[in-house]
């Protein structure tokens, strides 16, 4: 039987509370590793604790209801921390500020998917999906397949918010 949730107590003896126990192990690392910045995997706790999805995904219901972990995009759970600030805005918007930020001006080329992905810390085709919507509102403009898509207009704080 498996051990590993605190205290030598097989998980079959508490099968209701694994969940709880394994938000109360993973709230501990959090806690003790500062440098933590993801949880891991829903599998490798699968394979770990040796419980189901839905078990894994429980205890990180009961760690985002705490404020200690949030969902990302691609299925990953990133650790918070106080003070951390976070952008909520949808990824659309946030990568129409890039044009601000980067105070880029009208026919500057626009930084590609691939650059965007590490900078946001989404997959690529999560990217371009909101790139094809600052396309069709007009914001950028493609120049096709394998070409560099540039700003078309700069947007307000007003058309962002």
Known sequence: MPYGLGGGVPQAA???????QIAKALKTQIDDDQGMTALPSVSDLMETYAVSRGVVLRAFQMLRRSGDAEPVPGGRWRVVRPGDARD????????????????????????????????????????????????????????????????????????RS
Do not use: C, N
Not at 14 to 20: A, E, N
Not at 96 to 122: E, N, Q
């Open 14 to 20: 508490s099968p209701r509370g694994t969940f709880q």
């Open 88 to 159: 909520h805005r949808p990824l659309e918007e946030q990568i129409a500020a890039v044009i601000t930020d980067d105070r880029l001006a009208v026919g500057a080329p626009f930084p590609s998917a691939s650059t965007l992905a590490t900078r946001f810390g989404v997959s690529r085709p999560t990217i371009t999906k909101a790139l094809d919507k600052l396309e069709t509102a007009g914001v950028l403009v493609s120049g096709g397949q394998g070409k560099v898509r540039t700003v078309r207009a700069v947007p307000d704080r007003e058309e």
